[in-house]
């Protein structure tokens, strides 16, 4: 696909910003004609939550709307009942090192995702995390709305209103703490074209199976600013779009597995900007009553799943 013509990051904003509710759900189902979609949920250690979610999408997707072809959790080792919750509900189920294990495996949302493409068939894909306890199906059709309507567009993110987990039931309108503490400044400082990306690191994205095929996949919570990127750098910025989802909530995690996550996103940004490696695989860590400790930065990815070759 020829790179789009350039665009202002103000221009983008308006052009390529929509909301859920734009995307009416009938005129997709309408506009789906030959395209076959692919939910793709990745999880590990969600059984609190993954059975509303697969049970929710599939309820207004596949019985009641004839939008979606597949529906498929990637379940990422697993020590709960996540795999069995999720096929009761109705998902196709596969573990991640039992794909393509010739290829080997990680563990790693990113993992998951590049391993899902060896076992869907949809030329649109759509994913959605596996901690959400406030959110709405809307996010599915959301997501799909810029794919299905305009040919140009070759990657959707999500953004919406974070609702605190402090007790309150209050309303963040910004995003996450490693988005606004690294990913924001990040793409403000070296992709400016991006600076209007509300939340690059949303995990309910959508993009063409063409395209990410044609990635390079970190495999762990480096995938969606990799993805972003990537595909700017690929397509250019009229090929990304974004949709406001409403309302999300989900479980939080600890400031020092943030810190992981945040040393992984600057890696594969890094890697991107100078097209070098880093020199340390390791984050080192105080705690007042273990003492320092040093945990691994996940740095692996994944080639194009299309440069593969095959069984």
Do not use: C
């Not at 059984?47 to 709307?65: K, M």
């Not at 209103?161 to 924001?184: F, K, M, Q, Y």
């Not at 063409?210 to 390079?216: A, I, K, N, R, S």
């Amino acid at each position: 696909m020829a790179r789009a013509e350039p665009i202002s990051a103000a221009a983008w904003y308006t052009d390529r910003t929509s909301a859920w509710t734009d995307w009416d759900v009938d005129a997709l189902v309408a506009a789906k004609g030959a395209h076959r979609i692919s939910v793709v949920v990745p999880a590990r250690n969600e059984a609190p939550t993954i059975g509303s979610i697969v049970g929710g999408i599939r309820r207004d997707f596949v019985e009641r709307l004839p939008l979606l072809d597949e529906l498929v959790v990637i379940d990422s080792d697993s020590t709960d009942d996540t795999a069995a919750i999720a096929a009761e509900a109705g998902a196709v189920v596969h573990s991640a090192r039992d794909i393509r294990p010739d290829l080997g495996g990680f563990r790693g949302k990113g993992e998951a995702l590049w391993k899902s493409q060896f076992v869907t068939s949809g030329d649109l894909l759509v994913f959605i995390d596996a901690d959400l306890t406030g959110w709405g199906t809307h996010f599915v059709s959301g997501l799909l709305g810029p794919l299905l309507l305009d040919q140009g567009v070759r990657l959707v993110k999500g953004f919406y209103d974070r609702i605190l987990d402090d007790g309150s039931r209050r309303l963040a309108t910004e995003g996450g703490r490693v988005t606004e503490l690294v990913a924001r400044p990040l793409l403000n400082l070296f992709w400016p074209d991006l600076a209007r990306v509300v939340q690059p690191l949303a995990g309910e994205w959508a993009i063409r199976r063409d395209t990410f095929e044609q990635l390079w996949v970190p495999v762990g919570y480096g995938v969606e600013i990799g993805s972003l990127l990537d595909v700017y750098a690929r397509d250019g910025l009229r090929a990304i779009a974004q949709v406001d989802l409403g309302q999300r909530e989900h479980s939080h995690q600890s400031v020092h597995d943030l810190a992981v996550m945040a040393a992984e996103i600057i890696a594969v940004a890094d890697r991107r900007r100078e097209q070098s490696d880093p020199t340390s695989e390791r984050l080192w860590q105080f705690h007042r009553v273990d003492g320092w400790t040093d945990r691994e930065v996940p740095l692996h990815e994944r080639p194009p799943a299309d440069t593969v070759t095959e069984l």
